[in-house]
């Protein structure tokens, strides 16, 4: 982290002198960037990054000023976003997968609804189940043979409920050891033998794998990636790891719906959007500014050093697409929390 952290400080460094310069040259007026989490953390961080690296995509090279708003899983700045937002075009919302988490959980402090925004860009992370497999390969069966498999987790309201929702799937029978945020505590109860799994996603997931490998984990299957199709692609971060089709083939459980919307979730590290009902024309202006952004070398070489991939507003759409979910879907998803781990789920 300290590392991803250089560097995405080193950019703003270089680049903040120039949007300054440039806004002072030619009077662009200001844009602004709601940003769904507290100043100085991972989601300000990529929210002052990409607000340097769009300027240059718009005419007269406008300051995107960041406007860091509520807690570090981005519900109240994701509330903001959908009540006082004004779609005018000048200010858009950049937000943290953990958001989405809890639109689809339920979370009663939600009043935002994710499938209504128009995506501008994001920047995806990889997921991974790694297990200790005691020399068995990587297959259904060598994961059903643990009764249970003991899963490092947070809670049911977090990432790790893409890893529940594929092992319910998988018919796996799995006991989440709960209270263990971040990958730093999962690891160390892997290490100490307290688990047997762990989940990893966010920054960093392909060196966070080496201390479990060192310890005997395995990784099992992938979330994958997704194309602007919504199609599931390998992840180019994990080669040689299946996605969790190719891993098990057919899945018929009715929470494979509920699965991929929480995978999707876990794989958006950040997202910008703007919000329902914008003009066409503002929406454009900002798609193109974004697609500036991805090319941008600075801004490449931060994702780069987090293990993020940059992606499309149309990639993007198809991962905030994901959570879409059927009634029926939602259902069946608040039926096996609230059933599986009851009050935990609280």
């Not at 000023?65 to 000048?90: C, F, H, R, S, W």
């Not at 996603?201 to 794998?209: A, M, Q, S, T």
Request: net charge negative; glycine share 10%; charged share 10%.
């Amino acid at each position: 982290m300290a590392k991803r952290r250089h560097v995405l400080a080193g950019f703003l460094g270089a680049a903040m002198p120039l949007g300054r310069s440039a806004l002072a040259a030619v009077g662009a007026p200001n844009l602004n960037l709601l940003v769904a989490g507290p100043d100085g953390e991972q989601t300000s961080r990529w929210g002052n990054a990409c607000a340097l690296a769009m300027s240059p995509g718009f005419p007269g090279m406008p300051d995107i000023i960041p406007q860091p708003a509520g807690g570090l899983d981005g519900v109240t700045g994701a509330n903001q976003l959908d009540a006082l937002v004004v779609p005018d075009g000048e200010t858009a919302a950049i937000l943290p997968g953990a958001a989405l988490i809890a639109w689809m959980t339920g979370d009663t402090r939600v009043h935002f609804d994710p499938t209504h925004w128009a995506p501008i860009l994001s920047g995806t992370n990889a997921g991974v189940l790694v297990a200790r497999l005691n020399g068995a390969a990587p297959s259904v069966t060598s994961l059903q043979k643990f009764t249970p498999l003991r899963l490092a987790a947070d809670s049911p309201h977090s990432g790790d409920l893409a890893a529940l929702l594929a092992l319910q799937c998988l018919n796996i029978q799995a006991a989440a050891v709960f209270g263990l945020r971040g990958t730093d505590a999962k690891t160390r109860a892997f290490i100490a033998g307290e688990v047997d799994a762990v989940f990893l996603y966010g920054e960093g997931v392909p060196e966070d794998i080496a201390p479990l490998s060192a310890n005997g984990g395995v990784p099992v299957f992938c979330t994958g990636q997704l194309d602007a199709t919504g199609a599931t692609l390998p992840d180019p971060l994990l080669p040689g790891i299946p996605d969790l089709k190719s891993f098990a083939g057919a899945c018929p459980s009715p929470l494979i719906t509920a699965y991929q919307a929480a995978a999707a979730a876990a794989r958006l590290d950040f997202f910008m959007v703007l919000p329902r009902l914008i003009d066409p024309g503002a929406l454009a202006a900002w798609r193109r500014a974004g697609d500036v952004a991805i090319t941008s070398t600075a801004l490449a070489a931060a994702a780069s050093a987090s293990s993020v991939t940059l992606q499309t507003a149309a990639v993007t759409a198809a991962n905030l697409a994901a959570l879409d979910l059927s009634l029926t879907d939602q259902t069946g998803l608040q039926a096996f929390i609230a059933q599986r781990f009851g009050q935990q789920a609280g």
